[in-house]
C-alpha cells in the first residue's frame, strides 16, 4: 500500500483508457445494430398492419367505402391506444404506491424534533390563511380610545386657582401668598 492507504490500481492507465474506447465502439455498433432491426420491426408490421392502395382502378363508390373502413380501423385503434395509455397510468400509479410502501417499511425516514415556537395570532394567521387574507386578532386596535383632551379642558385655566386648589396644607398657601406682593 501507498502512503495515503490507497490502493494501487492493478491495470494501468493507458490500458484502461484502451478497454474504454473498445468498450464504446462495441455499444456503439450494438446500439447502430439495435436502431435497425426496430426500424425493421416497424416495417415489417406496416405492411401487416396497412396493405398498399390501388386506387387509380376505383370507383368513386369504392373509393368512399374504402374510406369508411379506414375510418373504422382508426376508431378502433384509437380506442385500443387509449386503453393502453390507461392501463399504463394504473400501472404507474401503482408503482409509486408500491414503491412509497417500501420506502415507509424500510423506516430510513426520520422524523425531525419538533421545536416548541412561540408566534403571535396576527402571524399564525398569516401562515394558516395565506398572505392574501387580511385578518388581525389585534383586539386592542378595535376597542374605542378614550379622549384626554376632553379631561384637559375641563380643567381649571387660572393659574391662582390651580394652586389653591393643589395646596392640601393651609401653611404652604399662606407662604405662598405672603412671597407674592398684594393687588
Known sequence: MSEGGEKKPKINASRRLLLKTLMLA????MLENEMK???????????E???????????????????????????????ERYDFEVKVIKNNKEIEGLAQKIFDLKGKFKRPNL?????S??????????????????????????????????????????VEAMSGMEGRKKKFDAGAPAQ
Not at 37 to 47: F, L, P, S, Y
Not at 62 to 74: D, T, V
Not at 115 to 119: Q, S, T
Not at 125 to 131: F, M, P, Q, W, Y
Open 37 to 47: 432491426e426496430n426500424k425493421e420491426e416497424k416495417m415489417k408490421i406496416m405492411a
Open 115 to 119: 421545536k416548541r415556537v412561540r408566534i
Open 26 to 29: 462495441k455499444a456503439a455498433i
Open 49 to 79: 398492419r396497412v396493405p398498399p392502395l390501388d386506387c387509380g382502378r376505383m370507383s368513386l363508390q369504392e373509393l368512399q367505402e374504402l374510406c369508411k373502413q379506414m375510418h373504422h380501423k382508426i376508431d378502433v385503434v384509437d380506442e
Open 121 to 162: 395570532a396576527d402571524a399564525m394567521l398569516g401562515a394558516l390563511l395565506g398572505s392574501t387574507h387580511k385578518a388581525s386578532l389585534d383586539l386592542r386596535a378595535n376597542l374605542k380610545s378614550v379622549k384626554k383632551e376632553e379631561e384637559k379642558e375641563k380643567e381649571v385655566t387660572d393659574w391662582r386657582k390651580n
